[in-house]
């Protein structure tokens, strides 16, 4: 599992602060409607139904691909998607860095936006986590 490189830095202990909802990876991906992936091998043309090897190359006929990091920050557009080193827990929000008035007012949209789709209303998370 791949971890947004933004979150981590060189230091042992880094802090976060997210506005947004907090699950675990599994519901996430529940949620998003992400599961394994059924892609072709290879490159060759065959029955791929019928022959579970290509005949040209030898390769399977299709691998089972996990949503990586990349589909389920896609999947997770316009928020973004974090996963804490080395736990199963995830957020998807915002970062908090426009504390301008208007920055906390398009909270509300996030507010919205996030509840609809994760039935959770999302709050302020903050802690720490060593890399
Ligand atoms: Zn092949």
Redesign the pocket.
């Given at each position: 599992m791949k971890t947004r490189s933004g979150f981590v830095s060189n230091s042992s202990s880094s802090s976060f602060c997210i506005f947004g909802i907090e699950m675990q990876y599994k519901q996430v991906l529940e949620i998003l409607q992400l599961g394994p992936q059924k892609i072709a091998g290879?490159?060759?043309e065959f029955n791929r139904e019928e022959a579970n090897f290509?005949p040209?190359?030898g390769?399977k006929a299709w691998i089972i691909e996990q949503p990586g990091w990349d589909d389920i920050q896609k999947a997770c557009e316009p928020w973004e998607f974090w996963q804490l080193p080395e736990t199963d827990w995830c957020y998807v929000g915002t970062h908090i860095d426009d504390s301008t008035i208007e920055g906390l007012v398009a909270l509300q949209e996030t507010t919205k936006g996030l509840e609809t789709k994760f039935k959770q209303i999302p709050k302020v998370h903050s802690g720490e986590y060593y890399s």
């Open positions: 290879c490159k060759h290509c040209e190359c390769k």
